[in-house]
């Protein structure tokens, strides 16, 4: 009966020991290696990055906020947008994000063309089934004013 005791100590204390031992290999030796560099990158254009809005609501924002506006629907379910732009902000259509020019009809649904030696933006957008058109960010921002072009009035500079 001693003996059988004496097993059961033994097997507890070696089992103590190896589990001991392993943990402390486990939290005492780490990797020192330098953690690999962080690269971002930047997201991919996607369905986040476009609205599709009613075809009659963005021509009337167009032509609220541009003054040489010349609107053509085709037969082929386009809307060819001939914009001229002021020459001191040649980008504010796009909002100056060139990535949008790269963009074809048959990516999502729009075409801008900007040569920067013309004051006319060239746009196609494709017209879906509820006459809806897809509408980059970029270009929603400036229809709809939510980019600040004038400097802000504030209440005490009128005193």
Same mark, same amino acid.
């Given at each position: 009966?001693?003996?059988?005791?004496?097993?059961? +100590?033994? @097997?507890? @204390?070696?089992?103590?020991?190896?589990?001991?031992?392993?943990?402390?290999?486990?939290? @005492?030796?780490?990797? /020192?290696?330098?953690?690999?560099?962080v690269t971002e990158h930047a997201p991919a254009?996607?369905?986040?990055?476009? /609205?599709?809005?009613?075809?009659?609501?963005?021509?009337?924002?167009?032509?609220? /906020?541009?003054?040489?506006?010349?609107? +053509?629907?085709?037969?082929? %379910?386009?809307?060819?947008?001939?914009?001229? &732009?002021?020459?001191?902000?040649?980008?504010?259509?796009?909002?100056?994000?060139?990535?949008?020019? +790269?963009?074809?009809? /048959?990516?999502?649904?729009?075409? &801008?063309k900007y040569n920067p030696g013309e004051e006319?933006?060239?746009?196609?957008?494709?017209?879906?089934?509820?006459?809806?058109?897809?509408?980059?960010?970029?270009?929603?921002?400036?229809? !709809?004013? %939510? &980019?600040? !072009?004038?400097?802000? %009035?504030?209440?005490?500079?009128?005193?």
């Amino acid at each position: 009966m001693k003996n059988s005791n004496y097993r059961w +100590q033994l @097997t507890f @204390t070696l089992l103590a020991l190896v589990l001991g031992s392993a943990l402390y290999f486990f939290f @005492t030796h780490t990797d /020192n290696s330098p953690a690999p560099p962080v690269t971002e990158h930047a997201p991919a254009f996607g369905p986040d990055n476009f /609205n599709v809005m009613k075809l009659d609501t963005f021509v009337a924002l167009v032509r609220s /906020n541009y003054a040489g506006v010349t609107i +053509q629907p085709r037969e082929d %379910k386009v809307l060819d947008l001939s914009v001229k &732009i002021d020459k001191n902000a040649p980008g504010s259509f796009f909002n100056n994000n060139d990535a949008l020019l +790269q963009y074809k009809l /048959n990516d999502y649904g729009f075409d &801008i063309k900007y040569n920067p030696g013309e004051e006319v933006v060239r746009a196609l957008f494709r017209i879906d089934e509820q006459q809806g058109v897809p509408v980059p960010n970029d270009v929603l921002l400036r229809l !709809t004013g %939510k &980019i600040n !072009t004038t400097p802000t %009035k504030h209440v005490d500079s009128a005193k």
